[in-house]
């Protein structure tokens, strides 16, 4: 089974992005530090140090979670993702908007996101300014709704993480995921559709209920990072969402590198693992749909890998030395 059977098709989406990033960078003045292709965007504030501005959805898990009853949880997932992506530059999230589209309006649903945004925002510290509450019948249809979210934060000069500090030699760290966090979700349904597969029957070798390992919350690595930059230098930060490891990774070096990565290093979430198996997905197709195990990697310094690992495993953070930043003409090597 093929990602493209499912519907997505990840490099049509790549070619569309880089065909329209002149049409992006049309609107940018001499204030915008970062654009398209960065975790987030950055733009110089005019009292100093830069505002970043990241948004994202939580994709097609909201079916799942409405089917569920978990929408309170796939609004947590939206904040801790935009969350991640923020601090994935190195900056601080400030405060945080909501677009929430039904095609008709639930008012105990909407409840229940907002409670998900408002305790995922409070244990990061962001203000929920408000949002928009859409309406649109026709387009949204059989009770389906829209989740998406938009962030900013705000770094000091100096605070950015910059692709340049990057070096040949430098450990890549990678971070537990919980699942698939927000991303495959297309994939994963087709799976479960295709298979028969029961959302409330415990498989062998997975541990839960299937459907609770789908909707495992996208993890926040704000307490992880934290623990990380008070200990070593953090050179490079990426935040493993669509397009898995092969093509996140790579947004954090700079050009002439290559990370070379072992995948003896870490383990394979079981639901991942399930899903692989029962839909005879193709390697290459199961590490651009998912994050294999890694929701973000962090690169620093090989002499500080110890006492790096040390941190993160002080602070209950499962990670492992997973590979090494190379020369090479880009992307990302599986050894």
Known sequence: MRYQDAGVDPERKARLIGDLRSAFESTHGASVVRGIGAFSGVYRAPAGGYLVATADGVGTKVLLARELGRDAGAARDLVHHCVNDCLAVGATPLFFLDYVAFGALEPERMRTIVEGLTSACRTHGVALLGGETAEMPGVYAGGAYDLVGFLVGHAAEGALYDPARVATGDAVLGLASTGLHTNGYSFARKIVRDRRLDL??????????????????????????????????????????????????????????????????????????????????????????????????????AAEVAPALEALHSGGHAAWEIGVVEAGDGGVVFA
């Open 200 to 301: 409330g029957r415990v498989y062998p070798g997975c541990g839960a209920p299937l459907g609770d390992l789908l909707l495992a919350e996208h993890r926040s690595y704000a307490a992880a990072l934290s623990a990380l930059r008070a200990r070593v230098a953090v050179r490079g930060v990426a935040h493993i969402t669509g397009g898995g490891l092969p093509e996140n990774l790579p947004r954090a070096l700079p050009a002439g590198h290559r990370a070379r990565l072992v995948r003896a290093r870490w383990p394979v979430p079981p639901v991942i693992a399930f899903l692989v198996e029962e839909g005879g997905v193709a390697d290459e197709d199961a590490l651009r749909a998912w994050n294999m195990g890694i929701g973000l990697a962090a690169i620093v310094p």
